[in-house]
Structures are given as structure tokens and as C-alpha cells.
């Protein structure tokens, strides 16, 4: 079982996609999905154990992100290619997961997440894909740090799906280096009413849409 769904279920499951945007001319959401060190780390250790981990074994915790790099990229890289990158719209874009862990202060982020969700972006690009960063939580006091994620790079590539972060201030730092996408809230358009989402909507566009480089899109959930 382990084979078939490692190296050949991939094909199957490809070319069943490909009939479908053949048939349908709708493009792929993503080819190939990737997630940061500190998300695996998150599964593997937990919330509690890492966050130790963070403090008491720094080190460690750098050892093994740097190890996941190149393992996560290379999966997703293949996945792609299995997918059709390059021949099947949308095949092309690696769907790049951060959900946690959360509530990091800027020190912490700066030195476990940032460093390596850049090496990533860089893997991806420079091996001709387009990154769909799909980053949870409120990313606001790291703006600063993330307006370097195009730096190297050709313009066009990257894509930041940002759910909880103030996209106001999001486009004020990053709106002339990268696209932005987001981020109405999934709880609005549950109980909110129609005129509450109709509002939200036009002020996001108002806040954002200015100079393009802006998708009108919802929070992680939907």
C-alpha cells in the first residue's frame, strides 16, 4: 500500500486532474504543497514541547528547520512536476502552509520562521515555480521583516494569503514588491448579514486595490 500511494496513486491522481482542467479550463489551485519547519516541528513536538524547544534547545530546533527545508521543497517540487507543472495551468505554484506556531514576538520570528520560509521561497522560484504563501495567524508586527521576501527574485512569482494580518498596513509595506490576497473573515460570512459583508469587502478592495497587486479572498477556513 505504501508504494502505490507513494509513487504511483501520484500519477493517477495527476492525470484525473489533468482531464479535469482539459475539460473544464478551470487552472489548478496549486501543484505541489509545502509546509514550513516550524509547522512540522509544531506536529511532531507539539505546541507546548516546541515553544520549550525554542528556549531551551535553540540550536536543535535550527538543526532540524534546516533539515525540513530541503525535504519539504524537494516533496512539493516533485509533487508539481507529477502534477504537470509547466504543461497544466496552475501546476506550476507551490502551496506554501505556516499555521503556527502562533503569538511568536518578533525575536522568535525573526530567527526560526523567517530565515527558512525565505530559503524556501527562494528554492521554489529559482527552480521556476510560483509560491502561494498561505500564512495563518496576525503577521502584522512582522511586516517589516517580510517585505524582504522578494528580494533576489523575479517580479511575479509570489503570491502572500494572509488570514488575521491588517491588510491596510500589509499593503503600505509590501504592496510595491508583492501580491497580496485576503482576508475576510470566514466568522462575517457565517453570521454576518449581506450588508456586512458587502461593506467589508468594499473596504478591503478600498485599502488594497489601488496600484493592483491585490485578490479580494477570504481567511484560512474557507
Keep these: 500500500d505504501f508504494l502505490y500511494y507513494e509513487f504511483e496513486y501520484p500519477q493517477v491522481y495527476a492525470a484525473t486532474w489533468r482531464r479535469y482542467v482539459e475539460e473544464y479550463e478551470v487552472p489548478l489551485l496549486m501543484g505541489g504543497r509545502a509546509c514550513h519547519p516550524l509547522d512540522m516541528l509544531q506536529y511532531y513536538r507539539g505546541i507546548s514541547n516546541l515553544t520549550r524547544d ?35 495551468p496552475g501546476a506550476e505554484i507551490i502551496f506554501f502552509v505556516n499555521g503556527g506556531p502562533p503569538g511568536m514576538p518578533p525575536r522568535v520570528y525573526d530567527k526560526f520562521f523567517w530565515p527558512y520560509a525565505k530559503k524556501m521561497i527562494d528554492i521554489f522560484v529559482n ?15 512582522y ?78 477556513e474557507t
Design 143 to 220: 511586516l517589516d521583516t517580510i517585505k524582504d521576501v522578494t528580494t533576489g527574485l523575479p517580479k511575479g512569482k509570489i503570491m502572500l494569503d494572509l488570514e488575521k494580518t491588517d491588510m491596510k498596513k500589509a499593503k503600505q509595506v509590501l504592496g510595491d514588491s508583492v501580491c497580496l490576497y485576503g482576508n475576510v473573515p470566514s466568522a462575517l460570512l457565517c453570521y454576518g448579514s449581506v450588508e456586512e459583508v458587502d461593506a467589508y469587502c468594499k473596504q478591503l478592495i478600498e485599502d488594497c486595490a489601488p496600484g493592483g497587486g491585490y485578490v479580494l479572498g477570504t481567511e484560512c
Design 54 to 88: 525554542l528556549f531551551q534547545q535553540p540550536d536543535k530546533v535550527c538543526e532540524m528547520c534546516e533539515w525540513l527545508v530541503e525535504y519539504e521543497a524537494t516533496l512539493a517540487m516533485r509533487d508539481a512536476m507529477i502534477m504537470g507543472a509547466g504543461e497544466v
Design 127 to 141: 527552480h521556476g515555480f510560483k509560491v502561494r504563501c498561505h500564512w495563518d495567524n496576525d503577521l502584522t508586527p
